[in-house]
């Protein structure tokens, strides 16, 4: 919404203008033309929706926009118009309730809205104007002013970094509250600019905000009075953005860029688009039905009654004759009202508590989710995260599980296993001891000595110590870590504190290079400091970074060391580094990082080069040049650093273990075996997601693996295209054709003997696929892909880049049956996989919250996804399927009799409820049993769903929600009307019903219908229920006992407000009658006895669904067992019932 | 509703949780922080994690099939008293509405006729046993139409004489009788059922009586509480309906219904309360009067008896009929063979159906142990 208003706002403004200019401290610059004071808009913050003026039609109309409000509010305003059988009341009321309650929270909410903007808006900052120091409120912040923060405070918009406190001319900065990345982060001032802010002129010219948070491209001109204006590159590194906070730093100077609703923070603000779950698809055609139901029902009594009226002396007979209005009423006026007062008779067939209902069972039931404490982790100190509580049921029924490789499966732990220099493997993976061995001896250690010469050794443990953008933690840490070091014992998670870094490869690496002896110590205003093995601290400066980024796939810097040698240090990819090496060098290598790849390692390669002064002045000026391009940086960088990284010379390669995930396998083996197919995305290299896939027995000995990638294509010799096709064509017969029929059951050969396939594809073969020659064939490849996937019990995708992730889940959310999907990752690169599927998890991992944010579910670890799923996601469809169709069947049983009772009172919309009857039916009679139910029942305990991963099968593909159970409920529905209203009928061909001789009328007729319908629905209720808590007691007896009560009291009480006394009495008289006894009883029995026949005789529906012993159940207190699914004839004797403590 | 808006109060809210959070990782995972560990751990309550002690009904065979029996016992038991307490109901029953030339009150059938009588003869070969209850029956008569039945005004018949002079507009259009308010207005009151009949034996020729009591007709609430007459004025009933009319098709004004007994008139007259009580459906019965008096108190005695009809309801308009029943009653209401049959199929299907169960259980059981 936000977005749509920043658009309508500025929209027009970003066409014309494609960057903006501001004027450093509002002072006019000498070169330029006339000062024309830009406008832009102030720094406020409105997060809220509402003001007090336009909240209540604006709330309004928003409410009413659902077209179940709107639906109700057409019911009322017919009531309110036209001559209908029940008061506007009966539905104003529920509606009113429900408006009012929803703007209540919205109002709520907004409010704290409107309060967190004030706090934010009210703030007061520093400004530096005119050379003065002047506190203000953080809203009146121009772009242009010159804020001053002080440690500790947040920034109140986005600051271009003019001047810090610190020498080296850096802050430090955690977006905690941006991206959830906690670590800090350093950012640079603006190179060369005047300490003096005062007489600083300088204009900056930079983009038009955009929400990125990592982006920005700018320039800063700084005039002096006697030279050119001199040219300063901006990018990210300057840029402080509004919501970050300043830490480690006593203050900082910075300029304003972006102020208000232009922040970066601001606009990530916008709402996330809205995913719908598939129980509500379900849920409007259902709706429909029942709509359509109560259109034909309303017709079929309109056209009865003109029928009917048409016989002789039926329309108006003596008795009830008509008034002068009604005669003179046009006919098809009439007709028509007749038609309206019919449809507002029968509307409550589609009731307005069931959307109360769902989304109060949504909303609460998303609670126990964040309550459970299997979801915490305590390491991160945290739980399970719910963002949005629209998609719990969808959680029962997802088909397809994509995940992420690296944080997700592993852990994104990374240990640093073992290197090889120049073709000598050096193995580091042993007990505490040796480790203390290598950390301690000052001398060079004898091991390595014998392999790779000494001077190859150093040159890589330098490159492992220089090559990184690892920070060493600030202040009191250094001290630990030197302390440490005199005491010579390093805990492995006493060093890792030491160290923060983006990626956890990097610190692991260094870590690895200080187990060899080459310790780390920080990089101080450009100059890194390592300590070497003789303990002699080692100087270099730091001249240019070349960053890793996943295209390139390797980084480097070029550093100067103290004897004033440049060199060039690169890691990265074996494939990205291998082409920019001498090839006799890569043969040695090779060997050992295929090996290492296999065995499930990350590898990396590492290189370096030494650059002559005349090179280094030359590179040092393309960067330069590069740095500052405003438009296409990007690549023209890029351009440069391939140049760069060329003619290296091959060092070593490492070997880095990501460890698997906690039960990471038995996670998978649980969604494989309920039915869910898993694929795994990852950007990784094909042999480590492949060795992976295995240890997380995705893939088992006996997968047969099809293989279509890169190399398999090229294989052959031939054109790639004809290469693919081929392979296609030959594993689609292989996996789909010959594999046996699919249909037989849904159960997939888990035991049985068939084989199994797995598929593996990379991200340049997928892209072949999908986007091949233009021809028709595409769609073909594309529809070929798609069931040989089907086919196989799991697919890796690997080298995939993060769009083509979600590309996939696209194609598979897309393909045949519209499976559900679902999408799991921790990092930046799995947000579009987790935007585009039907639910997206993140994981709580160490790649930054990125992932959470933009989740719907977070977690803290893969292992829990298991719980989220098969007990979670189980419980959650089955309670809210079972409360959509309760729901629509409570209400058909309901408005039925009251639908036949037109045929017995002259179609004259006689109602035959009462009309608190027909208000409190949904409201309070028989609402908060099957809340309770949908928020507590557990028909399968958690432990037989967590044990018995095929259980999540009997749901698989919205099994309680297609138009087969429907139907059943729609029948129960359509036999307990008609059972209750010719029950009564039948009892009532003789109303004396008393001892006393006398007789019942139309009122005691409808109570006696009532009285029986509210018992079935709440004891059919009772009888669905197998998980009887306290509080399903407390409701369902407490409802009924309810029912019982406000009939006396309503029946009481001459109501003063009332037109009609017509229930004085009628329920207690009722009630004195055996009669009416007798029939309530029998009519209760009858209309449960198919449901208990049916409960009794049901056939077990899988093989796995065995009762536990109900002896071994008791013990424990938290245990519970599970109810039996056996039909009762299976069961013996004994085990009646069982209570669990 | 829960989660559709934009949450921008949880954004400022989770600046607070990520920095706990923070501390976390900052502290390399090691748990040292057990404030935080308190504040952010989930509450381990049965509740919260779902584990609430709960009962898990079974249905097994060793409850269902008793249980089953039981009930089809108790049904028949209760079926086989329901069904001989209504068998041992005498009735009596007599459309009179004339329609035929040879029954009674052909000539009555007329419209045009007024002050009309007729009347029928019958024999009791049995004696009848008491009390007998005098019912009349209408059909096709639809009082439980929408418009007839909201077409009279509480608080005139709760006696409020305010509504005197303004019946209210759901009256229509029975509210005013030439411009004179009509009291008790509305189509229910104005076509009360005006047929009166009287029960005679016939003891060798002469017309013995049969004394028919009004009392105890209707409601006791109706009578006692809902139904109010007006404030005498100068102890006169007549004089509190002063500047009031009487509905178009009455005789007699509402104050003059019942003129052997001065307190059974107004609005608290037991015949008007049991016709305001509306019929649920189109054929229906209303109790008239009871025998419960003199010689007859223990029933009716064989031998032959006259019903003097005095003929005044019109019904063959509508194709509606009138009948006149004499009935008594069991425990369980009139005569009625519904319930009874419906508890003796109901129990013995239970019993059949514990019985095809035991069959099959005794067939199908599962060995000890599966587990």
Redesign the interface.
């Given at each position: 919404?936000?977005r749509r208003r920043l658009n309508h706002l500025f929209g027009g403004d970003e066409k014309r203008v494609d960057s903006r200019t501001i004027y450093v401290g509002h002072r006019q610059c000498p070169g330029t033309e006339a000062f024309i004071a830009p406008k832009f808009c102030d720094n406020r913050i409105v997060?809220?929706?509402y003001t007090v003026w336009n909240f209540l039609p604006k709330n309004l109309f928003e409410q009413f926009r659902r077209i179940a409000n709107f639906y109700f509010l057409i019911i009322f305003l017919v009531q309110v118009i036209v001559d209908t059988?029940t008061s506007p009341v009966t539905s104003g009321l529920p509606l009113f309730f429900v408006i009012t309650v929803?703007a209540i929270?919205?109002g709520y909410?907004d409010w704290?809205?409107h309060?967190?903007?004030k706090?934010?808006n009210k703030y007061l900052v520093t400004v530096l104007e005119d050379g003065r120091r002047i506190r203000k409120e953080s809203e009146r912040i121009k772009v242009g002013d010159v804020v001053e923060v002080v440690e500790d405070e947040t920034f109140p918009c986005d600051l271009i970094l003019l001047q810090s406190s610190r020498d080296d001319d850096t802050c430090f900065v955690?977006t905690?509250?941006l991206d959830?990345e906690?670590?800090h982060k350093t950012h640079y001032t603006v190179p060369d600019t005047e300490k003096d802010l005062e007489s600083l002129t300088a204009t900056i010219e930079c983009e038009q905000p955009q929400p990125d948070l990592y982006k920005f491209v700018g320039r800063m001109h700084i005039y002096r009075s006697d030279q050119d204006p001199a040219v300063r590159s901006l990018g990210p590194e300057n840029l402080l953005l509004k919501g970050a906070t300043l830490k480690n730093t006593k203050k900082i100077y910075g300029v304003a860029v972006y102020t208000g609703m232009e922040t970066k923070m601001a606009l990530n603000?916008?709402?996330k688009s809205?995913k719908r779950s598939a129980v509500e698809k379900s849920i409007n055609a259902f709706l429909l039905v029942y709509l359509c139901i109560l259109l034909s029902k309303a017709l079929v009594c309109t056209t009865l009654k003109y029928v009917w009226q048409s016989r002789?002396?039926?329309d108006e007979?003596?008795?009830?004759?008509?008034?002068?209005k009604e005669k003179d009423a046009y006919k098809f006026l009439k007709m028509f009202t007749d038609f309206l007062s019919f449809m507002v008779l029968f509307n409550f067939i589609i009731p307005v508590s069931m959307y109360v209902t769902v989304?109060m069972q949504?909303?609460l039931g998303?609670?126990?989710i964040?309550?459970?404490?299997d979801?915490?982790d305590?390491?991160?100190?945290?739980?399970a995260l719910v963002?949005?509580?629209?998609l719990n049921e969808e959680l029962g029924q997802v088909e397809y599980v994509f995940t992420d490789k690296t944080g997700t499966l592993t852990q994104n732990n990374m240990e640093f296993i073992e290197c090889c220099i120049d073709g000598f493997q050096y193995k580091n993976r042993d007990s505490c001891s040796e480790l203390d061995s290598f950390c301690v001896t000052d001398g060079p250690v004898s091991k390595l000595h014998e392999k790779a010469g000494r001077e190859k050794e150093e040159l890589f443990l330098r490159a492992l110590c220089l090559c990184h953008t690892v920070q060493v933690k600030e202040a009191g840490d250094m001290e630990t870590v030197s302390e440490d070091q005199i005491d010579g014992l390093l805990p492995p998670?006493?060093q890792?504190?030491g160290f923060i870094a983006s990626s956890p490869d990097e610190v692991a690496l260094v870590m690895g290079a200080m187990k060899y002896g080459f310790t780390f110590l920080g990089l101080d205003s450009k100059t890194m400091k390592i300590r070497n093995r003789q303990n002699d601290v080692e100087l270099y400066e730091l001249l240019h970074v070349l960053n890793f980024d996943p295209v390139r796939r390797r980084m480097s810097v070029i550093v100067r060391s103290k004897a004033g040698e440049t060199l060039l240090f690169c890691k990265g990819a074996d494939s990205s580094i291998f082409p920019r090496v001498r090839s006799e060098e890569v043969d040695r290598i090779r060997v050992h990082v295929e090996r290492n790849a296999t065995e499930g390692y990350r590898t990396l390669c590492v290189a370096y080069k030494q650059l002559c002064t005349e090179e280094y002045v030359e590179v040092d000026a393309k960067l330069r040049e590069a740095r500052l391009a405003l438009q296409d940086r990007e690549e023209k960088l890029m351009a440069v650093y391939n140049q760069v990284e060329t003619g290296m010379s091959l060092i070593g390669a490492t070997a880095v273990e990501d460890r698997l995930q906690e039960e990471a396998a038995e996670t998978m083996e649980a969604l494989q075996e309920a039915g869910i197919k898993v694929w795994v995305l990852t950007g990784d290299k094909m042999e480590t997601a492949k060795s992976t896939c295995y240890a997380c027995r995705l893939f088992q000995r006996g997968t047969e693996l099809l293989e279509l990638t890169v190399r398999t294509l090229e294989d052959g010799g031939r054109k790639r295209e004809e290469r693919l096709h081929e392979l296609l064509l030959e594993y689609h017969k292989k996996a789909v054709q010959d594999a046996p029929p699919a249909k037989l059951g849904v159960r997939r050969s888990w035991v049985t003997a068939s084989q199994e396939y797995g598929f593996i594809i990379d991200g340049a073969t997928l892209s072949l696929v999908l986007n091949s020659s233009p021809e028709a064939s595409s769609t073909r490849y594309k529809s070929l892909f798609l069931q040989i996937c089907q086919n196989c019990t799991a697919v890796l995708c690997c080298r995939m880049a993060p769009l083509q992730k979600a590309q996939i889940v696209k194609m598979v959310k897309n393909s045949k049956g519209s499976p559900i999907t679902l999408s799991i990752g921790d990092g930046a690169n799995d947000v579009s996989m987790i935007l585009e599927a039907h639910v997206g998890i993140g994981i709580k991992g160490k790649e930054g919250?990125q992932a959470v944010r933009n989740s719907d579910y977070a977690i803290p670890k893969l292992k829990h996804l298991k719980k989220l799923l098969l007990a979670h996601g189980h419980l959650y469809y089955v309670r809210i399927a079972h409360l959509v169709q309760y729901f629509f069947y409570k209400n058909l049983c309901f408005i039925l009799p009251q639908f036949l009772y037109q045929f017995?009172?002259?179609y004259?919309?006689?109602?035959l409820y009462d009309a608190a009857y027909l208000t409190m039916y949904n409201i309070c009679f028989t609402s908060m049993p099957i809340l309770a139910y949908s928020l507590?029942e557990?028909h399968i305990a958690?432990e037989s769903l967590m044990d018995t991963a095929s259980l999540y099968r009997e749901v698989a593909k919205n099994a309680t929600l297609r138009w087969g159970p429907f139907l059943y409920w729609t029948t129960l529905g359509i036999f307990h009307g008609l059972l209750f209203f010719f029950?009564v009928?039948?009892?009532?061909?003789?109303?004396?019903?008393?001892?006393?001789?006398?007789?019942?009328?139309?009122?005691?007729?409808?109570t006696i219908v009532f009285t029986v319908l509210v018992f079935t629905v709440t004891l059919k209720l009772a009888l669905d229920?197998?998980?009887?808590?306290?509080?399903?007691h407390l409701v369902i007896w407490g409802s009924l006992a309810f029912y019982v009560f406000f009939s006396f009291f309503w029946g009481g009480i001459?109501w003063p407000f009332?037109?009609?006394?017509r229930l004085?009495?009628v329920f207690a008289?009722m009630l004195s009658?055996?009669?009416a006894w007798?029939?309530i009883i029998?009519l209760i029995?009858?209309s449960l006895?198919p449901e208990?026949?049916v409960?009794?005789l049901r056939k077990p529906r899988g093989p796995h669904r065995?009762?536990?012993?109900p002896g071994q159940s008791s013990v424990g207190g938290?245990q519970?067992?599970?109810?039996?699914a056996r039909p009762?004839?299976?069961?013996?004797?004994?085990?009646?019932?069982?209570?669990?403590? | 509703m829960a989660a559709s808006c934009w949450p921008a109060s949880g954004f400022y809210r989770e600046k607070k949780r990520n920095c706990s959070a923070r501390t976390a990782i900052f502290d390399g995972g090691m748990m040292k922080n057990k404030e935080g560990e308190v504040a952010n751990r989930p509450d381990n309550t049965a509740f919260t994690q779902q584990r609430l002690p709960a009962w898990q009904p079974m249905l097994s065979a060793g409850i269902v099939i008793p249980g089953f029996l039981v009930i089809g016992l108790v049904f028949i038991g209760i079926g086989v008293a329901l069904f001989l307490g209504s068998q041992s109901i005498q009735v009596l029953e007599s459309d009179y509405t004339g329609l035929n030339s040879n029954t009674p009150c052909y000539e009555c059938s007329d419209a045009s006729k007024k002050n009309c009588t007729c009347s029928i003869e019958f024999t009791l070969t049995k004696q009848f046993d008491g009390p007998v209850f005098l019912y009349y029956g209408l059909s096709n008569f639809f009082q439980n139409h929408r418009k007839y039945g909201v077409s009279r005004d509480y608080y005139q018949l709760s006696g409020d004489t305010a509504y005197f002079k303004n019946p209210s507009d759901s009256c229509s259009p029975y509210i005013y009788d030439s411009g004179v308010p009509i009291v008790p207005c509305g189509a229910a009151a104005n076509s009360m059922f005006n047929d009166s009949f009287r029960l005679y034996q016939l003891v060798g020729g002469t017309k013995k009586p049969v004394p028919l009591d009004g009392k105890g007709i209707s409601w006791w609430t109706d009578y006692n509480i809902v139904f109010r007459n007006p404030p005498l004025v100068n102890g006169s009933l007549a004089a509190a309906f002063n500047g009031t009319a009487k509905p178009v098709n009455w005789a007699k004004p509402a104050y003059e219904l019942d003129t052997s007994d001065p307190s059974n008139n107004g609005f608290m007259n037991e015949d008007f309360l049991v016709w305001m009580r509306r019929a649920a459906l189109p054929d229906f019965r209303k109790l008239y009067r009871r025998i419960t008096q003199g010689d007859y108190a223990a029933g009716l005695p064989v031998g032959n008896y006259s019903l003097e009809i005095s003929y005044n309801y019109p019904v063959i308009g509508f194709g509606g009929r009138k009948k006149i029943v004499l009935s008594n009653v069991s425990w369980m209401g009139g005569k009625n063979m519904f319930l009874g049959v419906a508890y003796l199929v109901i129990g013995s299907l239970c019993i059949v159906m514990s019985l095809v169960m035991l069959i099959v259980y005794a067939k199908y059981k599962f060995p000890e142990g599966d587990s």
């Open positions: 919404m936000l997060s809220s929706k059988p929803t929270k919205q909410e704290l809205r309060k967190a903007d706090e934010v955690t905690a509250s959830g906690s670590n603000y916008q709402g809205q002789d002396g039926q007979p003596w008795y009830n004759q008509k008034t002068q989304e949504k909303f998303s609670f126990f964040t309550w459970d404490k979801f915490f305590p390491e991160i100190q945290e739980g963002n949005t509580s629209d998670t006493e890792q504190k919250r017995f009172c002259g004259s919309q006689q109602p507590l557990q958690i029950g009928r039948c009892l009532f061909s003789n109303p004396a019903l008393q001892d006393n001789g006398q007789v019942f009328g139309n009122w005691s007729y409808g229920t197998r998980h009887w808590t306290w509080i399903n001459i009332l037109q009609q006394q004085y009495f008289n009658s055996v009669s007798l029939v029998l029995l009858l006895l208990i026949l409960l009794v065995r009762q536990k012993n938290q519970s067992t599970q109810a039996s009762l004839l299976m069961r013996t004797f004994s085990d009646e019932s069982n209570t669990v403590r | -």
